[in-house]
T-cell receptor, first 115, second 111 residues
Framework: GAGVSQSPSNKVTEKGKDVELRCDPISGHTALYWYRQSLGQGLEFLIYFQGNSAPDKSGLPSDRFSAERTGGSVSTLTIQRTQQEDSAVYLC?????????????FGEGSRLTVL | DQQVKQNSPSLSVQEGRISILNCDYTNSMFDYFLWYKKYPAEGPTFLISISSIKDKNEDGRFTVFLNKSAKHLSLHIVPSQPGDSAVYFCAASEGNTPLVFGKGTRLSVIA
């Protein structure tokens, strides 16, 4: 596709359930990022993948959060035992550069609501 | 502790006038700054950037100014148009570290 694709666009789940969010980056982009935006907050960095390097997980808020990127392309963000404070829009972005100072291309986000 | 601060959550401007969106940062090691624009239900889109070696970058109606000594940058939109109504995020990075974003400023351009 032409842009970054995320699914699902909306997810409502019950507290304690696990959720998986998927990101399909722009073809050929080596870098992939996950951010989240909680209500009234800015974009909070979660995790960053660059090529075959070990991911930068420094932004993950707890060990309930994990992400993987298979084959250097599609990425899945998994949240285990969801809590109400996990409710947010989860945004995926990709970029072509090896550094982070390049332009990020964002998907439309996955809105997660934990009841 | 917020490293990138956008202290104005919202701004209203008359169509045709100048919009000035402000951003302050605390990390003096930031060397690259970007502005993103976000419409409802869409992801942020890149608008304009500036390297720390410059103090101004212009692209059409959009100009970003950087004052390193004050750790302040601003985005000027002139003339403002109704289609500019969106949330604007300021972002900064230090070398190859992830972009750090502010909380955003909602701009409303009134016709």
């Amino acid at each position: 596709g032409a842009g970054v694709s995320q699914s699902p666009s909306n997810k409502v789940t019950e507290k304690g359930k696990d959720v998986e969010l998927r990101c399909d980056p722009i073809s050929g982009h080596t870098a992939l990022y996950w951010y989240r935006q909680s209500l009234g907050q800015g974009l909070e960095f979660l995790i960053y993948f660059q090529g075959n390097s070990a991911p930068d997980k420094s932004g993950l808020p707890s060990d309930r959060f994990s992400a993987e990127r298979t084959g250097g392309s599609v990425s899945t963000l998994t949240i285990q035992r969801t809590q109400q404070e996990d409710s947010a829009v989860y945004l995926c972005a990709s970029s072509a550069g090896t550094g982070i100072t390049g332009e990020l291309f964002f998907g439309e986000g996955s809105r997660l609501t934990v009841l | 502790d917020q490293q990138v601060k956008q202290n104005s959550p919202s701004l209203s401007v008359q169509e045709g006038r100048i919009s000035i969106l402000n951003c302050d940062y605390t990390n003096s090691m930031f060397d690259y700054f970007l502005w993103y624009k976000k419409y409802p239900a869409e992801g942020p889109t890149f608008l304009i950037s500036i390297s720390s070696i410059k103090d101004k970058n212009e692209d059409g109606r959009f100009t970003v100014f950087l004052n390193k000594s004050a750790k302040h940058l601003s985005l000027h939109i002139v003339p403002s148009q109704p289609g500019d109504s969106a949330v604007y995020f300021c972002a900064a990075s230090e070398g190859n570290t992830p972009l750090v974003f502010g909380k955003g400023t909602r701009l409303s351009v009134i016709a």
